[in-house]
């Protein structure tokens, strides 16, 4: 099942640990500016905090636009060959998203694998703002709002065993069925 | 280029007037002893002083100002985005220092450098670059002069065309030399107290901007990741983390009114009546509209908050905080958290620090209020408790220095030489304004701020919480005992460059930090070992004190807190009772080793 990597930009509180343990993963190095996931944040109008991560698209600009074939797709994640590359860096200014990064100590630009599946980035955010989702799945947050907001909410009070609580339904009126 | 064990080895020194940047070598001695952050900085403060004859103006070229991360900071562990601004504070005239977040202080570490330090002012209004390990270089801006903090820091940005620096700016009150004026960077991460905006404003030193990207030396890589991994298990599973998350310090307003140690009606009170209004849930059910957090820090108690309606509409701030809140809320008497937001955005605008701010607007308020202060010595604008519009202004002339302005924006010190009888309303020690705990409730946290070597701040000790779990069965020499402790302890965690707040608000274990200290700089340290370098560290500050002419009777509490108790709420009635804090304070003295005055001798060195 093909998966991504997405952001949940309102969650992002800019810690950077994405960044720290994306670096560690890859050049078991403490260094967050050697990741392939950076935190870029707008302030104060308007206020942004977002990780920025590959996509890992299908048509990959990256992929068309390097040179000597070294980005290739397969199995849901674009690789480079570090044996082809000519670190042209084409890769990362062809990136609509800015995805893919270079730092001084590298020949080779850095461009996320997924870590095989498991992305470390998802697993160290505190505030779940990355996410590796299947496709299917993505945009159903959206459907869902889409829905909710369609429809006129309303919320009533009843007690549970002496405890208050509420309870929001969907207020339809017949004339609109 | 790699570094192996905690330190790279080397500093940054600037001339601001010479113009020359010089990357020096830092030795194993300074190292060994002062650990780093505020460590690094007190030591080349003390160092500068000695070469002065202890002759310094704090806002005169020859005054030295340290920026230190710690060997931790950056690291793969908690919260470890903090940097120390040390230096000879204008509020005080004796030694100063406050800390920052975010990540100005990662990448520092992150060109190459254990810290930096300027002297010296610049001809005209400069900004300070340093560009990785390459030669950093200092360039006349004068036409950011006037910018506040925030836009000082898009220009910067967008001079550069690049998002990949950090910035660490002064606003007006810095460049105006307002004596609590703070650095801000990262978009509201401040160096708020003592002062330290306006040394910078002093040196004619608009901005700081770094780019790092030099690989952090940490001896054991793995060893630190597991250590890493159980501390950030056991924050994650706290009952309190996701409430730290959702509201960060702003769960406290409720609390200090709870408890009756809520600063109101500038002390007057501590409970306030309308403390629904500026709490933190008010805060999430109208007005925060996004997270913000320092490097590395899973807590992420910054709060960003929009004014959606009204005539403060649009306004966006990060904060505020329990303090802010406190300080421009409650203290001032405002109930609207509209204003709260506004008053706390333009602070960080301006640039100056949210708590001296408040403690002396509330201050002027009474004043005018019991005819300390005359509307002529106002200009003629009045000013009371809960009057935002009114308040909005006089911060503005603080931060501008008009009229009333000029002499408010020297502190407390010249506010008091200005109207003596101000001495009974405003709050301070050693000339630095009171945070938002009252201490009248239990005589720990009197002597905490009395003792603190910056003033009346929170950051030293903060044993409030536990004086009132403990209440009345608590013996003067546990208080004692505590107030040093926390005084070793919570400075060790500047010294380490990282943040307090997952022990003292999360109860991380401080045994997690001795590890994280030994995984880094690959020598096995144990926190008794790093607690004595930090005691060590208090007597040396508190060396300088008096040096710089500090004695026992600068350890004293302010006017109120001896003299008024507190009006309502479930501490009526209290107050510090002078001569069991005399006798304290001759406790605290001894406890420390140091003799009758509050000196400690030549050679004190510590175990602890």
């Known amino acids: ?109 850095i461009k996320c694998d997924l870590c095989g599946g498991d992305p470390e980035c998802v697993k160290q955010c505190p505030k779940s703002a990355l996410l590796l989702l299947p496709e299917y799945s993505l945009g159903s947050a959206n459907r869902l709002n889409n829905v909710l907001s369609y429809s006129q909410m309303k919320e009533i009070e009843y007690s549970d065993e002496g405890e208050i609580k509420t309870i929001r339904y969907a207020e339809i009126g017949k004339e609109e069925l | 280029m790699s570094a192996k064990g905690g330190y790279f080895r080397k500093y940054l020194h600037c001339d601001l007037s010479a113009g020359t940047c010089e990357r020096r070598s830092l030795d194993e001695e300074t190292i060994a002893k002062y650990v780093g952050g505020r460590g690094f900085g007190a030591k080349m403060v003390w160092e500068n002083l ?90 006349p801006m004068p036409h950011l002069a006037g910018k506040s903090c925030l836009e000082t820091e898009g220009m910067i940005k967008k001079h550069i065309g690049s998002h990949d620096v950090h910035v660490a700016a002064i606003g007006v009150a810095g460049e105006n030399q307002v004596r609590f004026a703070c650095v801000n960077s990262d978009w509201s991460r401040n160096a708020g107290r003592t002062g330290i905006g306006a040394i910078m404003g002093s040196k004619n030193l608009k901005a700081i901007v770094v780019r790092g990207e030099i690989d952090l030396p940490v001896a ?54 309308g403390h629904k209004k500026i709490n933190g849930e008010t805060m999430l059910d109208r007005y925060k509209i996004g997270d913000s957090a320092c490097f ?47 008053a706390n955005r333009v602070c960080d605008e301006y640039g100056i620090d949210t708590i001296s701010t408040g403690g002396i607007v509330g201050a002027i308020i009474e004043g005018y209020e019991t005819g300390v202060v005359t509307l002529e010595d106002l200009d003629g604008q009045e000013v009371s408790w809960n009057s935002d519009e009114a308040i909005l202004a006089l911060i503005r002339k603080i931060a501008y220095r008009e009229g009333i302005g000029d002499t408010l924006a020297d502190g407390a010190r010249a506010i008091i030489a200005r109207w003596p009888e101000m001495d009974k309303l405003l709050l301070h020690v050693k000339g630095l304004e009171q945070s938002a705990y009252d201490s009248r409730v239990g005589t720990s946290m009197g002597l905490a701020y009395a003792t603190s070597d910056i003033g009346a701040h929170h950051t030293r000790a903060w044993t409030i919480a536990k004086e ?49 200290f030994s995984y880094i700089t690959g020598k096995k340290t144990t926190l008794e070992q790093l607690l004595a370098l930090s005691n060590n560290l208090y007597n040396l500050t508190r060396r300088i004190n008096v040096h710089m002419g500090a004695t026992r009777k600068d350890d004293s509490l302010p006017y109120k807190v001896r003299e008024a108790p507190i009006l309502t709420g479930p501490n009526a009635g209290k107050k510090i009772d002078e001569q069991e804090f005399d006798a304290m304070l001759s406790l605290y003295y001894q406890e420390r080793g140091w003799d009758e005055n509050g000196v400690p001798p030549e050679a004190l060195e510590a175990t602890f």
């Open chain 1, 1 to 109: 099942m093909a998966k991504k990597l997405t952001v949940v930009p309102e969650k992002c509180s800019g810690c950077r640990t994405c960044e720290v343990a994306c670096a560690i993963k890859h050049f078991n190095v403490n260094n967050p500016k050697k990741s392939a996931v950076r935190v870029l944040v707008t302030y104060p109008h308007p206020v942004v905090r977002m990780p920025i991560v590959c996509s890992q698209c299908k048509k990959a600009p990256c992929e068309d636009a390097c040179p000597v074939n070294a980005l290739s797709r397969s199995n849901g994640v674009v690789r480079l060959d570090e044996d082809a590359c000519i670190s042209c860096f084409r890769c990362i200014e062809a990136c609509p998203f800015g995805a893919v990064y270079a730092h001084d100590d590298c020949t080779y630009p």
């Open chain 2, 50 to 139: 000695k070469a002065h004859d202890f002759k310094i103006d704090p806002l005169g070229p020859e005054n030295l100002l340290v920026i230190a991360p710690g060997p931790l900071t950056g690291a793969y562990l908690p919260s470890s985005g903090k940097a120390s601004f040390v230096s000879i504070s204008p509020a005080t005239g004796l030694y100063g220092d406050s800390s920052m977040g975010g990540s100005f202080g990662v990448e520092l570490r992150q060109a190459g450098l254990d810290f930096l330090s300027i002297t010296g002012a610049a001809p005209e209004l400069s900004v300070l670059f340093i560009d990785n390990d390459e030669e950093a270089t200092i360039i």
């Open chain 2, 220 to 273: 054991d890589l793995k060893g630190l990741m597991q250590e890493t991994d159980k501390a950030v298990r056991y924050m994650h599973e706290h009952k309190y983390f996701h409430m730290w998350q959702e509201q960060g310090l702003m769960n406290v307003i409720e609390y200090a009114n709870t408890q009756g140690i809520l600063p109101t009606w500038n002390f007057k009170d501590t409970v306030f009546p």
């Open chain 2, 296 to 342: 590395m820090c899973p807590m992420s108690c910054g709060n960003i908050c929009l004014v959606k309606d009204g005539k403060y509409a649009g306004a966006v701030t990060e904060g505020p905080e329990y303090e802010s809140c406190a300080m421009l809320g409650s203290n001032l008497g405002i109930d609207n958290f509209d204003a709260v937001l506004e």
């Open chain 2, 468 to 516: 009132i779990e403990e209440g009345a069965n608590w013996s003067p020499q546990q208080k004692v005992e505590l107030v040093i402790y926390h005084q070793t302890l919570r400075p060790l965690f500047d010294m380490l460059g990282v943040c307090r707040l997952p022990w003292i608000e999360l109860g991380l274990n401080e045994r997690h930090y001795e590890n994280f």
